[in-house]
Each structure stands twice: as structure tokens, then as C-alpha cells.
């Protein structure tokens, strides 16, 4: 680590500001004050949000995996970008430490942290931070408002699934197709089959553009689309069933070896969406959203658990998704809009920006837009503290679960 950091009796210190991105929350650090990318970082990220531990309690972490999410952040070398950014989602209750894919949420706040910490040069109104996801190797681009010479909070812009308004973070991801596998379609299909153990026959598409998921009929698992937390995340039978769908998916397209080993050779991606067409259903706050505003309902199963809106990568892909012709999602779409995607979900109705031409060879499409827009709100600047203990049980620690530890941007020791 090249900065000193603050220690306070046997605890030692390290800036953090922990920072809502989206419908996510996560702790985002400077890259110079870690541990080079190895077991010491991953053991202190996870002592840092309390994990393993259910309710994470000892630790910054939410006990929720929207809330257990860290963004680590430094100024970039690279000529096509302005900071570098590695995504980290810290399992809750297990010993898991996760590199394999982004979050978009979480990336919405990457520009406001880098503007507000001095990383770039700020360009009154509005400042374009390109942003290279290092794990993904792909570029974004966040416009982040900017009043005073920080980042804009204040604004009008509604994210469903958080209270209020605040200043809109328009974000592009067209840079970002194939991000995990390489390829749009990572089967060279817009529509494949599986066999689940039961004996079922399910169609679904797997479509990689800012993160690889695997969409599903609603109705080929016995739901209408339009279910809530409770009804999915205690519907034991159906997690089931989207944990095999997913590992069947991910062991044909590479990301890992076993499909009943998914959870430990690859917990978070693919995500599954179950997928269905329009129809109203009430949100998780209890407000109508009208068949007529959505061109379709999802439901994103994230590391087990329902996602309580979509997540920012999973808007993308969904939107990518959409101009794939025989895709389920493509399929399902009301395509009310030719520049956007609304996409139903638990907290609402939220657009994603997508614009696309044909092609002459496959996969047959070509995207000219992907986006989003999210707001952002740094919650509170502080010092996070672990114990100087932290790292004298590592050598006992081979249980630690890692995917792509190599992601991250190497800084001298």
C-alpha cells in the first residue's frame, strides 16, 4: 500500500466512503490503500463488511448482496479511460469474495466518487467520466452533473426502488457486449433448451452485454412474472429450479465446470431472469404499475434471492436482449418504444435506453445506444477501522472462495 494509513489502539484505519449507487449500496475505496490483489485483500474486504456472518455485524455490510458490494477506485493510465474500477461483491454468510462481473448500480456512483475525490478534472455542469472496468476490461461512460465543482445530488430524476429525486447520472454501455464471454450470444443462439432434473423441458436465452443472464418464461416455472420478494425467495422449490436452470446454462457457456457447483464456482453470474409479457401488478411499496407503461415484467434471481428492482446490468442486457429476434425477452416485448425498453419490475417501471441496427452476419444485430441513468448520493465519508489481527489467521484460511482474484489494478506495494 503506498499511502499510511490512521491506526486507533489495535485497530488500524482506511478512507472509505460509503455511497448509494442506484438501487445498490457499497463501501468505495481508493485502490492505494489496499493490499495488492491476493488472499490480504480479500480477507480484509471481507473482515471490513462483517463476513462471513449472516447479518454481517461486525462490518459495513448490509446482510443483504445489494448491500454487500464495494467499488475500488484509482486514476487510470489507460488513453480511453479517465479512473479504473474493480467491482467486489462479498458473499454474506459464506466465505466468498466475488471478481467475475459489475454492477451497474454500483457503477453509477464510480463517476460522482471520482469527481468528488479529485481523481479527474471537473468540468463545470456536467463531467464525462469514461470508466474502465477492470473487471470486464470494458469502458463506460458516466455524465456526472456537477454544481460547484462536485457532483450534483439534488435533481428530479426518480430510480424506482429509492425514495425521492435526485440529479440523473446518464451512463452508456454500448462497450460493453460480450463483456464476460466475448459474444452478444455466448451459444451463437438466440434461444437454447435445457432439461432440468425433473424432466422439464425449458427454453432460454443467454445474452452477454455489460453481464451474461440466462431469461426464462415465467410460466415454464409455474409464475406469472408478477411476484414480489416473499413469494419468490421462500418459494424453496423455485429457487431450486432457477439455481439448476442457471448452472446448466453457465456450464454450457464456460463459467463453470459442474452446474451443481455453481454456487461456488460462479455465485453471481449468470443472473436468471424469469421474464413475462405486460400486465399490471402491484409494486413492492403497493403502487399500480400499468400494463400499458412497461413493454415487459422481470424478475432477476441474484445470488439465490429475488433482486428487489433490476439490476444496472441487467437493464442492459434485458435491453440488448430485446433487439435479438426470437430471444425470450424478444419474444415477451411489447416494443412500445424504438429507442427504449421498459422493463416492469418489483419497484417499478424503469426505462433502459437501446437503439440498434441490423447486421448482415450473426448475430444479427448491432447496437448504437445501451444505457441507463441512475442517481447517486455519497452517504458518508468516514475512517473504517479493522483489527491489526486481521491478516495472522490467513494462513488458515484456505477456505476462501475466490472468482478471477487476478481482476484489479496493481499498484506498488
Not at 433490476?310 to 442486457?317: D, H, K, L
Request: net charge negative; proline share 5%; hydrophobic share 40%.
Amino acid at each position: 500500500m503506498s499511502t499510511t494509513l490512521e491506526t486507533l489502539g489495535d485497530q488500524t484505519g482506511i478512507r472509505c466512503v460509503l455511497m448509494r449507487g442506484g438501487t445498490s449500496k457499497g463501501l468505495y475505496l481508493h485502490n492505494e490503500d489496499l493490499p495488492l490483489p491476493g488472499p490480504r485483500r480479500d480477507l480484509l474486504l471481507q473482515r471490513l463488511m462483517g463476513s462471513p456472518d449472516v447479518v454481517q455485524i461486525d462490518g459495513l455490510g448490509g446482510s443483504r448482496p445489494i448491500t454487500s458490494k464495494i467499488a475500488i477506485v484509482s486514476a487510470s493510465q489507460r488513453a480511453d479511460a479517465d479512473v479504473d474500477y474493480t467491482f467486489v461483491q462479498v458473499a454474506i454468510d459464506t466465505n466468498g469474495v466475488g471478481y467475475s462481473g459489475n454492477c451497474g448500480n454500483i457503477s453509477s456512483g464510480v463517476g460522482p466518487f471520482a469527481v468528488d475525490e479529485g481523481l479527474v478534472a471537473v468540468t463545470e455542469g456536467n463531467t464525462r467520466v469514461r470508466i474502465f472496468n477492470t473487471n470486464t476490461n470494458a469502458v463506460i461512460v458516466s455524465d456526472v452533473p456537477v454544481h460547484n465543482g462536485k457532483a450534483r445530488v439534488v435533481g428530479s430524476y426518480v430510480v424506482p426502488g429509492v425514495p425521492g429525486a435526485g440529479a440523473e447520472i446518464a451512463m452508456n454501455w454500448v462497450g460493453t457486449v460480450g463483456a464476460k464471454t466475448g459474444q452478444l450470444l455466448p451459444t451463437g443462439k438466440a434461444v437454447d433448451s435445457i432439461t432440468l432434473e425433473d424432466g422439464r423441458d425449458i427454453e432460454f436465452s443467454i445474452v452477454d452485454a455489460a453481464n451474461p443472464l440466462v431469461f426464462v418464461h415465467a410460466e415454464d416455472f409455474g409464475i406469472s412474472g408478477s411476484e414480489l420478494v416473499n413469494e419468490i425467495n421462500n418459494n424453496t422449490a423455485l429457487i431450486d429450479a432457477a439455481r439448476e436452470a442457471r448452472g446448466k446454462a453457465a456450464q454450457m457457456i464456460g463459467l463453470c465446470a459442474d452446474w451443481k457447483k455453481v454456487d461456488t464456482e460462479s455465485p453471481g453470474l449468470p443472473m436468471l431472469a424469469f421474464i413475462a409479457p405486460p400486465e399490471a401488478y402491484k409494486t413492492l411499496n403497493g403502487q399500480p404499475a400499468p400494463a400499458t407503461d412497461m413493454d415487459l415484467r422481470s424478475r432477476v434471481v441474484f445470488m439465490n434471492k429475488l433482486h428487489e428492482s433490476v439490476p444496472g446490468t441487467g437493464s442492459i442486457c434485458l435491453a440488448a436482449a430485446s433487439r435479438v429476434k426470437g430471444s425470450v425477452v424478444e419474444m415477451a416485448s411489447a416494443k412500445r418504444n424504438s429507442d427504449a425498453l421498459l422493463i416492469g419490475t418489483p419497484s417499478g417501471i424503469t426505462p433502459a435506453l437501446v437503439t440498434s441496427h441490423e447486421t448482415a452476419d450473426a448475430p444479427f444485430v448491432a447496437f448504437d445506444t445501451l444505457g441507463f441513468s441512475r442517481t447517486a448520493r455519497r452517504l458518508m465519508q468516514s475512517t473504517a477501522y479493522y483489527p491489526t489481527d486481521v491478516f495472522d489467521i490467513l494462513e488458515d484460511r484456505t477456505d476462501i472462495v475466490i472468482q478471477n482474484r487476478g481482476a484489479g489494478v496493481v499498484h506498488e506495494e
